[in-house]
């Protein structure tokens, strides 16, 4: 074995044909039972969840009624990227997202780093849209039943205070436990039967934003939207500048589309079907989120939205008078964020078992069960880990760190673009590119995740830094030694 620099050993590449093939090594293949129409719905599923049912009530009060403008923003921003996705997972359809596009462009310890990003972003966002689903579903047996889970039962021990954090022995929040629980065994059967149930969910949950339209625009009123800007400049939020204040927090609603690219190993005709899997979806989120802001803001003052709780819930029964469409709304918001707790644990599953493969971390993390063909300790790990963050911690402490992972992730994946074209790797794929040329839209795509990044408060870039540190410490302790390619060399 030739000796290499530490230079070499970080920046080694996974090449795109061993990328393809390292997920159909003998006793460790996943099945490939996931078709387009299955894959529009993960994506679908992944995104619009906890985002549209609580985002209003955060940025209206920022832009006021062009908030509009802020979704499409942040739809633009995730369009931009997702269009960087679907060239790689066209070129590269390997299980792991953006994970495997670093490694077979920047190298593995890139690679590393955009893995522990990916860890980040779905392990919490699995968390945080679990903590989510027991507000609505407490909200849900209040209206239809008139009992409430007991508040020892929903509370969790770690929270925002307002000295900081503050610590509740004793407290824990049982519902998002239970949901992780019942995710846990769905994911344990197999990718095309929890497919299966995240594309019903899916479609009923479309039905009740669909619902939630019809009804606030039976009290849509056009001078809702006049002034059209934020007028208020005492948190410098007039005009433009809420516009943008608002983007930042609308984008989370958009995260979930890289899900899409997770499954790559699981598609049937993946050069084909990731990229479209990723546009359909972007497509037919954007149009329900405008669809769904243009209704709000019609059927209610933009005043009127800031620290409303169950917005949605709410504005329905401001304009029907009545309760029941507040409780289908309120269903509704229980079956959609189980169908992003649900994807986003099989994300962070299926990101284990790709750096698994490459030796990164231990080989327990790729063994899948013989008949499902699931990787069963390793998705079982994950739903303890997401299951006790949910239960413990407050859903505040989340959210922004999940943005970082997320933006971190997508800006990796923007510059793997150019690399990728540089190096013709997977030139011969044929399959889907980014259109004018590998720079313009990968840049664009840089510089709106760098925008949005800046908005992220301190404490996160803190928290991050910290998770980053102990990432690194994991790759020199153990993955440099234990990588496959380092046994290549």
């Known amino acids: 074995m030739r000796q290499v620099s530490l230079g070499q050993q970080m920046t080694r590449t996974k090449p795109i044909d061993h990328s393809e093939q390292v997920t159909d090594d003998q006793g460790h293949s996943l099945h490939r039972s996931l078709g387009l129409f299955s894959l529009t719905m993960i994506g679908v599923g992944s995104t619009i969840g906890t985002g549209i049912f609580f985002t209003m009530v955060e940025a209206v009060p920022k832009a006021g009624p062009s908030v509009i403008l802020s979704f499409i923003i942040a739809a633009i921003t995730a369009g931009l990227t997702a269009l960087c996705y679907s060239e790689l997972s066209s070129r590269i359809p390997a299980s792991g997202s953006s994970y495997s596009y670093a490694y077979a462009t920047v190298g593995e310890f890139g690679a590393f780093i955009v893995a522990a990003c990916l860890l980040l972003e779905y392990g919490l966002a699995a968390s945080a849209t679990a903590i989510g689903w027991s507000a609505y579903l407490n909200n849900f047996l209040t209206n239809a039943l008139g009992w409430q889970i007991p508040e020892m039962l929903r509370s969790p021990m770690i929270v925002a205070g307002a000295n900081g954090v503050e610590f509740h022995a004793g407290q824990f929040n049982l519902p998002p436990m239970v949901l992780v629980a019942i995710c846990c065994i769905l994911l344990l059967r197999g990718a095309k039967e929890s497919a299966t149930v995240n594309a019903v969910m899916v479609i009923i949950k479309l039905v009740i ?281």
């Open 209 to 489: 934003l669909t619902f939630f339209a019809v009804v606030a625009f039976s009290g849509f009123n056009a001078e809702h939207f006049t002034p059209f800007f934020n007028t208020d400049n005492s948190k410098g939020l007039a005009g433009m500048a809420g516009v943008t204040a608002a983007a930042g927090t609308v984008f989370f609603s958009f995260i979930g589309l890289d899900t899409v690219a997770t499954a790559g190993a699981e598609v049937k005709d993946p050069k084909r079907n990731v990229p479209l899997g990723i546009m359909a979806a972007l497509i037919v989120v954007t149009v329900f989120y405008l669809l769904v802001a243009v209704a709000a803001v019609g059927a209610q003052p933009a005043k009127m939205f800031e620290g409303q709780e169950a917005g949605l819930a709410v504005i329905l029964q401001n304009v029907t008078g009545k309760a029941w469409p507040a409780l289908i709304l309120s269903a509704g918001a229980v079956i959609s964020v189980f169908s992003v707790t649900l994807v986003t644990i099989y994300g962070q599953s299926r990101i284990l078992f790709a750096i698994s493969k490459d030796g990164l971390i231990p080989s327990s993390f790729q063994r899948v069960h013989a008949r499902t063909r699931t990787p069963v300790s390793n998705t079982i790990m994950v739903c303890l880990l997401v299951g006790i963050v949910a239960g413990l911690v407050d859903s505040t402490f989340l959210w922004d760190m999940v943005s970082m992972g997320t933006l971190v992730a997508f800006m990796v994946v923007s510059v793997a673009v150019p690399v990728i074209r540089k190096q013709k790797l997977g030139e011969g794929a044929g399959g889907f590119r980014v259109p004018f040329g590998p720079y313009l839209i990968p840049g664009l795509s840089i510089l709106a995740c760098l925008y949005i990044l800046k908005d992220l408060s301190a404490t996160t870039y803190h928290v991050f830094f910290i998770w980053m540190a102990v990432a690194i410490a994991i790759y020199f302790l153990y993955s440099k030694a234990h990588s496959h390619l380092n046994k290549q060399q």
